[in-house]
Each structure stands twice: as structure tokens, then as C-alpha cells.
């Protein structure tokens, strides 16, 4: 084995970190696989015999190119002002595939991706590499261009709000599928209060279709107006299968074998309190059914 295929099986051993730390950093796996990408290609052109730590290496390029995408988004304002629900890890219901399992480790739901959507660049970055990936504030400094206490303050800022919206789910996976399932027999049978029965009073209802025409994408809060979209549901539960999104009790909806949406439902307390439903066909085209469902 010659010294570039010595690099290329240790990059390799690094990839599915570094995929998992984009991941938490973009809410979109087609960027994470983007950068990731990068990240090799400026180590396939640096001298490896002068970094000392090639792990701690690899997760500043790549966070200093999230950033840079992060901030670039920003600018462009490329993500819709009013919906926008980040891209679901979808698995079979017995969490077989360990690949997805490493990328949502640490609990990262759809409810966690939506809060660090809302949160700034720098912000993101910090808390993502330190209250996730455990880097040294003093570490991220540089990254960031900030002094090491600055840094610790965005961290601290992204905390607290993370906190003020809760977004961990019941620890209970047959308990949500149990609740989940309720939901999907109630919209089936149009039971309206069924339905409200589920739903937590501050419930958040987010749809993304992204172009598409129809469906619109919509955010509804509250109960009441939620239950109020009982036709909606009725549709998506008609061709609903089982699976896992982000680790957590939601569905698929595949009219004749083909994904129209994907659909996360936080539970706590046993009631609903997030329903995130991805139907933009562009960025569901990546989800493989047959890998997914029996």
C-alpha cells in the first residue's frame, strides 16, 4: 500500500464522524456528504506526515466549511423564511442499519435539527462541537475567529434556547409507536377529537413541500388548529408505513411503492408535541424505500 492509499483508509476510518458532525451542523445530508468531501480533497493535498492529529485535523476543516456554508446560506437566504423542516434519518422500526444509527447518536432529532436552524452560524458551530462532540472551547476559538470566551458565550446562548424549546422525546420507542399509531387510526377514521385527544395544547404542526404547489407547506401551533388538518392526515395515513426518523416512532408515505413524504412525531407525556413532515420530492429522492420498510 502506497502513501496515498495509507491516507485515503485513514480519511476513511474518520468519514462516518465527520458525516455525523455535518450532519448536526447542516440539517441536510447532501451538504454533510458535500463537505465531508472536501475535507478529503484538501487532505488529499496537504502533507499528512505534519499533522500531528489527524482526527482534530479533519474536524476543524470541516467545521470551518460548514461555517462558510452556513453563512453562505444565510446570505442567500436559500432556505424558505416561513417552513423548513431538515433532512430525516429514516430507518427500518428495528434501527438495523448501523450507519444511520451513528449519524443520529446523541439524540439528534428532527426537533433538535428545527431548534438549531433558528440558531446563528457561529452559534451553531460552538454548541454542535462542544455539548455534542466534546472539542474544547479553546479549540473552537480559532475556528470561529472569536476569543475562547466568546465562544463559550455562543455556546451558552445556543443552550438556552435549545432548552426553552424541549426538544427530547419519551424515552419509550413502544410507548411512541403505540401513540403514533393512534394518531395514524384516528386521521384514517377522520376522528377529530380522537385526534385532539393526542395532541399536546402547544403542539407544532411543520410541513415542508419545498416547490411543490400543492400540498403548501404550512406551520400551524396549537391543538385545535393541528387537529383541524384531520383531511390532510387522512391522506398521509392511508399509505403510511412504519419506520424510524431520527430514532424516533414516525412513518413514510408511499402511494404505489414511491416515498411522497416522510413524517417525525415527537412524543412526550404520551401526546404529540412536534410533527415534522418532509414532502419536497427533490430532497426526498435520496431515500431508498426498499432499504427502509419489508
Sequence with gaps: MDGRDQVAQRFEEHRPRLRAVAYRMLGSLSEADDVVQEAWLRLSRSD????????????????????????????????????????????????????????????VGLALLVVLDTLSPPERIAFVLHDIFGVP?????????????????????????????????????????????????????????????????????????????APESIQVEGAL?????????????RSSRPVLVNGTAGFVVAPSGRIFAVAGLTVRNGKIVEIDILADPQRLQHIDLNTITD
Design 48 to 107: 499528512e506526515t505534519a499533522i500531528e492529529n489527524l482526527g482534530g485535523w479533519l474536524t476543524t476543516v470541516l467545521a470551518r466549511l460548514c461555517l462558510n456554508a452556513l453563512q453562505a446560506r444565510k446570505s442567500r437566504r436559500e432556505l424558505p423564511l416561513d417552513v423548513h423542516v431538515p433532512d430525516p434519518v429514516v430507518d427500518r422500526e428495528d434501527g438495523s442499519d448501523p450507519e444511520r444509527q451513528l449519524l443520529i447518536a446523541d439524540s
Design 137 to 213: 472551547f479553546d479549540q473552537i476559538a480559532p475556528i470561529l475567529e472569536r476569543s475562547t470566551e466568546t465562544t463559550r458565550q455562543l455556546a451558552s446562548r445556543a443552550r438556552r434556547r435549545i432548552q426553552r424549546r424541549r426538544t427530547d422525546p419519551d424515552p419509550d420507542l413502544p410507548r411512541q409507536r403505540q401513540v403514533v399509531d393512534a394518531f395514524l387510526a384516528a386521521a384514517r377514521d377522520g376522528d377529530f377529537e380522537a385526534l385532539l385527544e393526542l395532541l399536546d395544547p402547544d403542539v407544532v404542526l411543520r410541513a415542508d413541500s419545498g416547490a411543490r404547489r
Design 225 to 237: 388548529a393541528v387537529a383541524q388538518q384531520t383531511p390532510r392526515f387522512a391522506q398521509l395515513a
